[in-house]
């Protein structure tokens, strides 16, 4: 283990080295450290969506239980918005361009994308507590309080669809 550990700082150092030598590495390895930035956060938010997501189909039990059509619909709409949130992040695109690409997002770009990314964060972290009010008022077994945090949920769950929108058209900008 000591060896890999070993090999890893003398890459690091070697490559301390480099940026002493080679006029312009600094920028490109801040490049790369924003570019992997973007990625962390794409992956964050998708791994915390994905944990509400199953802890709200955890409340589906008590909505096939209560029997209410009313409460069932909004289930199943509130079901579909968070789908398409899901997928929408799953295939959106990362916001750096690849070496070879012939449309390049350079740092201020990305920068603004990160700082966009953190209001994301922000909205999905909202959901998360949605998600923990519908359980909640589930457990209280009063229906009028379980529709209300679902459409608070759902409320949440289409301003993070539009914002996912909105990144895309930025990315779409800074390319264009």
Do not use: H
């Amino acid at each position: 283990m000591s060896e890999v550990y070993e090999k890893v700082r003398e890459r690091t150092r070697l490559l301390e080295k480099i940026e002493l030598f080679i006029p312009g590495f600094r920028g490109y390895k801040e490049k790369e450290l924003r570019r992997e930035a973007d990625r962390l956060v794409r992956e964050y938010l998708l791994r915390r969506l994905n944990q509400a997501y199953e802890d709200f189909k955890g409340v589906m039990t008590y909505i096939a239980v209560s029997g209410g059509s009313g409460l069932y619909e909004l289930y199943n709409q509130t079901q579909a918005v968070f789908d398409r949130v899901i997928a929408k992040l799953r295939t959106a695109d990362y916001g750096y361009s690849g070496f070879f690409d012939a449309v390049k997002i350079e740092e201020p770009e990305l920068d603004k994308l990160l700082e966009f990314d953190y209001g994301l964060i922000e909205t999905v972290e909202r959901i998360a507590k949605r998600v923990i009010e519908v359980r909640e008022a589930v457990l209280t077994g009063n229906q009028s309080k379980v529709i209300g945090a679902m459409s608070e949920l759902r409320k949440e769950l289409e301003v993070l669809q539009d914002l996912l929108v909105k990144r895309e058209n930025l990315i779409v900008g800074f390319r264009g």
